[in-house]
């Protein structure tokens, strides 16, 4: 009796027990499951595409509520095409194909899945659907196929300076024209070619700007490498000369080195530089004043007699380097006038103290120098300018001439005629005029020259008579 009693006490227990237990069991599965439709879904999401390439492989994916082992078909076809019609067979023409429903990892949504090769498909828009048996769920999605695109390699360029380079002194390197035609540049690598180990690829802009030492004199190649963003890389060299440092020799050449100068009348110099070592900076001196910082200063101009210093200063960045070169500027010649016996001539100044010429007139007799009317320089005869001066000496020399002939050439002589008989002379009548003889520097006048006469010789111009009579 014992024995039965507790056998059914422990039966009551179990059953109990039982009662508290399956309840708790029953409510977790239904919330794990609530979620997953016993027959039938509402929804098929197909998640984006985007752009793709000819070739590729596609794989389109697909949430839904649709039950786990569920049927699906899929349709892809270039718009605006409609679908074709289909059957759960899944015979269809072109990128179609059934797939099932899997459960999701968090067993809320399943998922879908299909594959495509795009080897076939031409460039262009495509339209997918997606739908379960009898359509009764459905879902569609886009995506474009664009034409097939070759990737160009990147363009690596990069300049140097100074060209040439010098031992012990840095080298720029600049990589920054590099240029990629289809993406961007992400890494830059340098190879100096003197040894030394390339430097570690980077993607950071200031690795496009390198410096490097060589210590020796020579010729390196230089190279760099890039690497765009879809991996591909290309090299570019270049070829660096390192020599020793060269000074620089200043000279030059002008011509000529002497000429007249004076007022209005300027001496040209012709300057030529010859300076070797590759100067960097030029300066140019006269007489210690600085006139030009050019190289290409070419000419020099003095209108002052003196002596000239023109000197050249080159510099580059090891050294300086001068030059000296004389110019004598002398005054302008002297001048003589024959007519006026006039002397024109201008005295040079002190040496190294230019300064404006001095005119010394000197003439025997003082004669004034006659000026042109229409010039600045004193007038030298028988010269264009002065012309007018020549016609006026000319003429009144040519009046002189005529007037001393007139004045001082003797008459022309005629024989003398018989004198008139002169009727005796009686008492009443004044006593005969004695003869005249008129003495003068162009001659003897004729009259009185009869011998019976007594002759009175009269020189006119002193005025002194002489009287010859007979004792």
Same mark, same amino acid.
């Given at each position: ?106 067993r809320?949504?399943n ?40 990737r160009q390699?990147?363009?690596?360029v ?25 993406g ?9 070619? =003197? ?9 950071? @802009? ?23 963003? *879809? ?6 060299? *270049? ?16 011509? @000529? ?29 006269? =007489? ?28 580059? =960045? ?22 006026t ?48 001066i ?21 008459p ?43 002759d ?11 009287? *010859?009579?007979?004792?």
């Amino acid at each position: 009796m014992l024995g039965s009693r507790a056998a059914c006490r422990l039966l009551f227990i179990v059953f109990l027990l039982l009662l508290l237990i399956v309840p708790v069991f029953a409510n977790t599965f239904y919330r794990e499951n609530a979620s997953v439709p016993v027959l039938q879904g509402s929804y098929i999401q197909i998640d984006p595409v985007g752009t793709r390439q000819p070739g590729e492989k596609l794989t389109i994916t697909a949430t839904t509520d649709l039950p786990v082992g569920s049927p699906v078909l899929f349709e892809v076809l270039p718009t605006p095409v409609s679908p074709t019609s289909k059957n759960l067979a899944g015979e269809f023409s072109g990128a179609t194909g059934t797939v099932t429903v899997y459960s999701g990892q968090d067993r809320k949504q399943n998922l879908l899945s299909f594959d495509v090769d795009l080897s076939a498909f031409r460039p262009g828009n495509y339209h997918i659907l997606a739908s379960s048996a009898n359509n009764a769920v459905t879902g569609s999605g886009e995506f474009t196929v664009i034409s097939v695109i070759t990737r160009q390699p990147p363009l690596p360029v990069f300049t140097f300076s100074p060209s040439p380079a010098i031992v012990g002194r840095p080298v720029a390197f600049d990589g920054s024209g590099s240029a990629d035609p289809d993406g961007k540049i992400i890494t830059y690598q340098w190879d100096f070619g =003197d040894g030394t180990p390339r430097t570690s690829p980077s993607g950071s @802009p200031g690795d496009a700007h390198v410096s490097h030492t060589y210590p020796s004199a020579g010729k390196y190649t230089v190279g760099l490498k890039v690497m765009d963003n *879809n991996e591909q890389s290309v090299w570019a060299y *270049n070829e660096v000369s390192v020599g020793v440092p060269v000074l620089p020799v200043a000279d030059f050449s002008i011509s @000529p080195v002497s000429g007249q100068a004076y007022e209005n009348h300027p001496f040209a110099v012709s300057i030529s530089d010859r300076s070797t070592g590759s100067p960097l900076t030029w300066a140019w001196y006269v =007489d210690n004043t600085l006139v030009s910082q050019l190289w290409t200063y070419s000419q020099s101009i003095f209108t002052k007699p003196g002596n000239y210093t023109i000197k050249l200063v080159v510099t580059n =960045d090891y050294g300086t380097s001068s030059k000296e070169r004389q110019v004598t500027v002398l005054p302008f010649q002297t001048v003589t006038n024959s007519v006026t016996r006039t002397t024109i001539s201008q005295t040079q100044t002190t040496t190294g103290t230019p300064s404006q010429p001095v005119t010394t007139v000197t003439s025997v007799p003082t004669t004034p120098v006659p000026q042109c009317l229409t010039c600045e320089s004193p007038c030298v005869f028988f010269t264009i300018p002065c012309l007018w001066i020549d016609s006026l000496i000319i003429l009144i020399l040519v009046i002189l001439v005529i007037w001393y002939i007139l004045r001082h050439w003797p008459p022309r002589r005629f024989p003398p005629s018989d004198p008139p008989e002169k009727p005796t002379p009686t008492g009443d009548e004044d006593p005969p005029v004695p003869g005249i003889t008129m003495v003068t520097r162009g001659g003897i006048s004729s009259r009185g020259l009869d011998a019976n006469n007594p002759d009175i010789h009269v020189d006119v111009e002193s005025g002194i008579q002489y009287h *010859n009579r007979e004792e």
